[in-house]
């Protein structure tokens, strides 16, 4: 039924293989999530990642429920309002009951809670994921000192951080302070955060017969970030995934590397 399956290349985390493509589903509204997230499953994604305010839970779920995709074979995030501190599990078993599942594979606080660490939300994800109902549990939008603090308040690190990512956010001070916490990059907004005209994303497109935006999936790829690009048309969602499967040279992801704004300009997470 696939054409594809990209299951594979994943981030390993301790519940098992995150893939490094998903499906974004942010302004998918919930009626026609269901096809679209059909259409990346039939393309062979297996990474669905959505969240309890994109409020299209529910028609993401359809889609998971009518699909021939073993459940162990797909990995589901999705992610918890900082607004809904306090009734952490009644959302998540909300977003359950909508996704039509016993459990999600990565449970994300979606921002820190009044721009603060939120040591007590995370304590609430902990347990959650001692009960079984999140494979995973993670963080997104958090700075490093952010996570320090979820750290030093629990002794359990964040398996996941998800922030807007791409060539030119490029930072590897962060990069490299996730990777030595044990923690997955995962990007968000590719293309948005990209100029998809760019000269030199163009140039190494045409060197490969592709897009600037299958070049930009490949990056993320060959990065070891995690990428979750959206689209609600058939041949984006197809084409951005074959991205993948771009064999970029050390000297292109160098060149790529150097479109970054904020390796010049500093950091502005902190
Ligand atoms: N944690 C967070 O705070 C957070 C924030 C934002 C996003 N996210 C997650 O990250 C996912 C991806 O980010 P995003 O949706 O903001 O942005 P994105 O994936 O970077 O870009 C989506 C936009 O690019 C267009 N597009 C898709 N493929 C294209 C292609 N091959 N060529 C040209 N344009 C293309 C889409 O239009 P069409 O749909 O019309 O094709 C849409 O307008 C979200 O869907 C969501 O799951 C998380």
């Known amino acids: 039924m696939t054409t594809n399956d990209y299951a594979e290349p994943a981030a390993a985390l301790p519940s098992g293989d995150m893939p490094l493509l998903g499906f974004g589903t942010w302004q998918i ?7 679209a997230t059909a259409r990346a499953l039939e393309a062979g994604y297996r990474h669905i990642d959505t969240a309890t305010v994109y409020r299209n839970e529910a028609g993401i779920g359809k889609a998971l429920a009518s699909t021939a995709v073993d459940r162990e074979l797909l990995f589901v995030t999705t992610k918890l309002p900082p607004h809904h501190a306090g009734r952490e599990r009644r959302t998540l078993g909300e977003s359950l009951t909508k996704l039509g599942l016993d459990y999600v594979d990565l449970w994300l606080v979606h921002w820190p809670p009044h721009g603060g660490a939120a040591p007590r939300v995370w304590e609430q994800l902990i347990r959650a994921q001692q009960d079984g109902l999140a494979k995973a549990i993670g963080v997104s939008n958090y700075s490093l000192g952010q996570i320090d603090e979820l750290i030093q308040a629990t002794r359990v690190e964040p398996q996941v951080n ?6 030119p ?3 590897p001070t962060m990069a490299s302070g996730l990777e030595e916490r044990g923690i997955v990059l995962e990007g968000y907004s590719p293309f948005k955060s990209t100029n998809l005209h760019d000269p030199t994303l163009v140039s190494i497109a045409e060197r490969h017969s592709a897009s600037s935006a299958q070049v ?3 990056w993320h790829i060959t990065h070891g970030f995690v990428v979750i690009p959206k689209s609600v048309h058939p041949e984006r969602i197809v084409a951005n995934a074959a991205g993948t499967r771009i064999q970029l040279t050390a000297d292109e992801v160098n060149a790529i590397d150097g479109l970054s704004r904020v390796a010049k300009a500093g950091s502005w997470r902190n």
């Open 29 to 35: 509204s919930n009626f026609d999530a269901t096809k």
């Open 162 to 167: 998800q922030i807007r990512w791409g060539p």
């Open 169 to 171: 956010l490029y930072e």
């Open 216 to 218: 930009i999936v490949a």
